[in-house]
């Protein structure tokens, strides 16, 4: 059966370089399900939980944003942070969406950076409810 190679790399160190039969990679408007020979393409990420599916066996990774090339059946994700789902922190995701409800946002600039710090939040809340 024929694999793709998933590699997940952050600004410090590539977390993750493994083949798969498929992934799932959360975009910044959903998600994206890939298997080998998808058309290329480049996407912008998320903030999520990226699936990597391999003999019945999955294993996710929380995705902090940036972006995704897929070509050639490589899913290539670069990404300003990657952790096993066992690693977010539900109490300090939930800190960090109560500062983020707390900053004043009197320009467009300001409202997309408070928008952003709290679905960055939210996505942490959710994938480390999901890990309990």
């Not at 493994?18 to 058309?39: F, K, N, R, Y």
């Not at 939980?49 to 902090?64: P, T």
């Not at 290539?76 to 500062?99: H, I, K």
Request: net charge negative.
């Amino acid at each position: 059966m024929a694999q793709i190679r998933c590699i997940v790399v952050t600004p410090e160190a590539t977390v993750s370089e493994q083949t798969v039969d498929s992934v799932v990679v959360p975009l910044h408007d959903g998600e994206l399900g890939v298997l080998p020979g998808h058309a290329p393409l480049i996407g912008r990420l998320g903030f999520g939980e990226l699936r990597m599916l391999n003999g019945g066996q999955a294993e996710s990774l929380y995705i902090d944003g940036g972006f995704v090339q897929i070509a050639d059946d490589v899913v290539s994700l670069l990404t300003q942070d990657a952790m096993p789902l066992s690693e977010v922190d539900e109490v300090g995701a939930r800190e960090l969406l109560d500062a983020a409800r707390e900053k004043s946002a009197s320009t467009l600039d300001l409202q997309e950076i408070r928008q952003r710090s709290m679905d960055r939040a939210r996505a942490q809340i959710r994938i480390a409810r999901k890990a309990r």
